[in-house]
Nanobody
Framework: QSQLEESGGGLVQAGGSLRLSCATSGRTSGSFAMGWFRQAPGREREFVAA????????FYADSVKGRFTISRDKAKSTMYLQMNSLKPEDTAVYYC???????????????????WGQGTQVTVSS
């Protein structure tokens, strides 16, 4: 069983940067993967990025490609989301998620992740 603890987030002006962190406990071997999702008011939770823990393969939503970078530090059991060139439309609650055995095609839907962080607010002002 994994527990996820998020940190980071806050208020930033458009064009600015923020970094989110998500520390995980529990086993991270095998098909373990983690991801970031976000949810704006009145909208469904949407995929932002995901990373395979073992091999480091990364995946991004088209809306954040070239601006956001997902990474992980195995020694610290922590995943990061570096967000650059932030836009007002990036404003949302950001959640980290994890699953111990998730296939690649399932990485992009929040319904396929077993464990979730508490969420952190990111607000980008124009």
């Amino acid at each position: 069983q994994s527990q996820l603890e998020e940190s980071g987030g806050g208020l930033v002006q458009a064009g600015g940067s923020l970094r989110l962190s998500c520390a995980t406990s529990g086993r991270t071997s095998g098909s373990f993967a983690m991801g970031w999702f976000r949810q704006a008011p009145g909208r469904e939770r949407e995929f932002v990025a995901a990373i395979r823990w073992s091999g480091g393969s990364v995946f991004y939503a088209d809306s954040v490609k070239g601006r956001f970078t997902i990474s992980r530090d195995k020694a610290k059991s922590t995943m990061y989301l570096q967000m650059n060139s932030l836009k007002p439309e990036d404003t949302a609650v950001y959640y980290c998620a994890a699953d111990p055995s998730i296939i690649q095609s399932s990485l992009f839907s929040h319904r396929n992740y077993r464990y979730w962080g508490q969420g952190t607010q990111v607000t980008v002002s124009s």
